[in-house]
């Protein structure tokens, strides 16, 4: 995926909230800045914005020397999304078509990004969430299904901590309609941005429910080959991929079919305009692409 001039402001303005989000102190911000611009300058035009993103990431830690700059907001958004899960269940159980409502939700819950925006309060990640439960999803829910309806091991790529409930109820829903797939969710190894590590699979107890395992290193997304062997050989096992989030989304297309031979369903709100101009959905709406071929489906 190519970088637009747009990903270039965004990871800068990420840069700035994030090292105010590790401390309050301005000549550690200015040191940010200073070294994030430069890197930027020298591959902010080249690289994909994962990529790019991985080593402003790593410059916000070191220079902070804070491993977690948004370990409070992320714990927050869990907290939140937890006291809500009971009513997020009945929400889906209650629906016409429990699975869609369940999806919808996952999707809804990707609204939640530290990376889009820093200033997010606890009414605003609920009006957000609800906002994006009441639009349709751009893609076919229907061949989702029969996706899963096919799998017998899934790997479930989570995205963000707070958003990781809303995919515990899917995870859950799919294991009540379909008892016989095995789901193994997968967390960052390390924190990066407000994304979910092991952590989070704890305090929101994902991991009483199915195996989890971290994907071994710091990338915002899955880039294959920085992945550890534990996640390696978990992806290999699976037949189909549930990847969360744009990150997720912008560095698997980088691989062909014939490296990664399995259908994967990608599920997240299209965020930014030039995602939207990319995957040609609406800014804003609900996306379920997948990949079953060398066709991409909507």
């Not at 996640?231 to 969360?244: E, S």
């Amino acid at each position: 995926m190519p970088i637009s001039l747009d990903c270039v402001l965004c990871l800068a303005r990420q840069s700035l909230e994030a090292s105010r989000f590790a401390t309050s102190n301005e000549l550690i911000h200015t040191s940010v800045l200073k070294k994030v611009f430069a890197l930027l300058q020298e591959k902010g035009f080249t690289n994909i914005p994962p990529l790019v993103a991985q080593d402003v990431q790593r410059i916000i830690r070191h220079e902070t020397q804070n491993n977690d700059p948004y370990a409070v907001p992320k714990r927050r958004s869990n907290e939140l999304m937890l006291d809500l899960i009971n009513s997020l269940f009945d929400r889906v159980r209650n629906s016409k078509n429990p699975i869609h409502t369940a999806v919808q939700l996952a999707i809804a819950g990707n609204s939640i990004d530290f990376a889009v925006r820093g200033d997010w309060t606890d009414e605003s990640i609920l009006n957000a969430i609800e906002t994006a439960m009441q639009k349709p999803i751009d893609g076919d829910i229907d061949r989702f299904i029969q996706c899963v309806t096919k799998a017998k091991h899934i790997l479930y790529l989570l995205d963000n901590s707070g958003e990781i409930v809303c995919d515990r109820v899917l995870v859950e829903e799919l294991l009540r309609i379909f008892p016989d797939v095995k789901i193994t969710a997968i967390v960052r190894g390390v924190p990066v941005l407000n994304d979910a590590t092991m952590d989070d699979a704890i305090q929101i107890g994902l991991d009483k429910i199915v195996d989890v395992f971290d994907n071994g290193n710091d990338a915002v997304g899955t880039i294959l080959e920085q992945c550890g062997k534990p996640f390696l050989n978990a992806f290999d096992k699976a037949d189909m991929i549930i990847a969360k989030g744009l990150a997720n989304y912008e560095t698997l297309i980088e691989y062909t079919y014939e490296q990664v031979p399995k259908t994967i369903c990608y599920l997240f709100k299209a965020k930014c305009q030039f995602i939207a101009k990319y995957t040609g959905i609406k800014l804003g709406d609900p996306a379920l692409i997948i990949t079953e071929t060398n066709k991409t489906q909507l």
